[in-house]
């Protein structure tokens, strides 16, 4: 007894290493996604380093709803695979103690993740997303430049249409800009203006939009009337007040809702259309990833034995592999659960049924001392990626 608990100790703080080196990287990787638009924010918006880093740190728990569960999956192969190739497996077998005792550190491990992935898809992820389109809203609302984009209609503010062809950030112009007010009752007024200015006052949330050298189109359809003004420069002032109200005041996205919440919305809607549907997906997918911490650690343990036979970095490949397959089939899920073909709750746990399906056959191999002939696997992989290799510079 005294050797198992040992040997558990050791295998479980062996995971712990390449799990936090497996979350790092990953989350670096996804932050260099980000990156373009990170350092957009920092050079041409002025945005402050605080506000930047603030943005980031709501952003992530949404990385690491699929970061965590990959991490554990790659952790409890790496961790067996290095303990294969030292032979420490066949040592510990040599001790007495089969596979299956070598389960309670990785369920352990597993169920770690479990905790700390639900932590973030039922809690996490909610808060973040809530907080990031409040400061979103308040850096629109004090730099309204960011909120703007080239060659869109801006129907921000009630009453009038904005359109820039192109956006001047570090000279603060605005190019070939195009207006629609129809703030005046009866009355509808064109803008056109080949440059402008943006002025702000951002503690009043109001914007002056200073134009030079256009022309402004006026239309009264009861009166049937019209007229047009050349004019050197005209100012146009927009109210952000209004839009802060809305704002403050608007229904929670699926993402924002509390599980209390969700289910309050799926009970009150009477039909089950598409936002039923989203709902529902929104509400399963709180719980069904969490689990996949389990059911992927479990696949991932038989796997880190049986790659002895094989390199190492085939194993990792093989992880990788298996962490795809669960992806494209959580997806496809998704996919067909928001257009009705069935019901949102099959697809969000058959990714993870497939999993521990798999999980379970190659762990009742391993612990018989069945060769799940990963080998071959590697063999056929490789004539495959040769064969791609010809055929390619000869298409």
């Not at 040992?6 to 996804?30: C, D, G, H, Q």
């Not at 704002?247 to 009970?267: C, G």
Request: hydrophobic share 45%; glycine share 4%; aromatic share 12%.
């Amino acid at each position: 007894m005294k050797l198992n608990s040992i040997i558990n100790r050791y295998i479980l703080k062996e995971m712990f290493s390449p799990f936090s080196i497996n979350i790092f990287v990953f989350a670096f990787l996804f932050l260099m996604t980000e990156m373009v638009k990170i350092a957009d924010w920092i050079v041409n918006y002025n945005l402050s380093l605080w506000a930047v880093l603030t943005i980031i740190f709501f952003t992530m728990p949404s990385f690491f709803v699929f970061i965590i569960p990959m991490s554990v999956m790659l952790s409890i192969l790496l961790t067996f695979l290095r303990l294969s190739s030292d032979n420490e497996i066949v040592a510990i077998k040599s001790c007495g103690m089969s596979i299956y005792g070598l389960l309670p550190p990785v369920l352990l491990f597993a169920v770690l993740g479990v905790i700390l992935t639900a932590f973030m898809t039922l809690y996490g992820v909610p808060k973040s997303k809530a907080s990031l389109e409040e400061m979103s809203l308040k850096l629109a609302a004090s730099n309204m430049d960011i909120g703007l984009k080239e060659r869109t209609f801006n129907d921000a503010f009630k009453g009038v249409m904005l359109y820039v062809n192109k956006i001047d950030v570090r000279n603060r112009k605005l190019v070939d800009v195009f207006i629609e007010d129809k703030r005046k009752p009866d009355i509808v007024s064109t803008v056109v203006a080949p440059e402008g200015r943006l002025i702000g006052e951002p503690q009043k949330y109001i914007y002056h939009l200073i134009l030079s050298n256009g022309t402004i189109h006026q239309t009264n359809p009861k009166e049937r009337s019209a007229n047009s003004i050349q004019f050197n420069t005209y100012t146009l002032s927009l109210d952000f007040r209004k839009q802060m109200a809305k704002a403050a005041s608007r229904k929670k996205d699926r993402l924002e809702m509390t599980v209390a919440e969700l289910q309050q919305y799926i009970k009150s809607r009477k039909h089950k259309d598409e936002d039923y549907n989203r709902a529902k997906i929104a509400l399963h997918q709180r719980f069904s990833i969490p689990l996949a911490c389990l059911t992927l650690g479990l696949l991932a343990f038989p796997l880190g034995i049986q790659s002895k036979s094989t390199r190492r970095s085939f194993g990792l490949i093989l992880c990788l592999f298996f962490f795809l397959i669960y992806y494209v089939l959580l997806t496809a899920g998704y996919s067909f659960g928001k257009s009705g073909a069935y019901p949102p709750a099959i697809g969000l746990w058959v990714p993870n049924v497939v999993t521990a399906v798999i999980g379970l056959y190659f762990l009742l191999q391993t612990a018989k001392e069945k060769s799940l002939r990963l080998e071959l696997v590697a063999n056929f992989l490789q004539q495959f990626f040769n064969r791609f290799r010809r055929s390619k510079p000869a298409s």
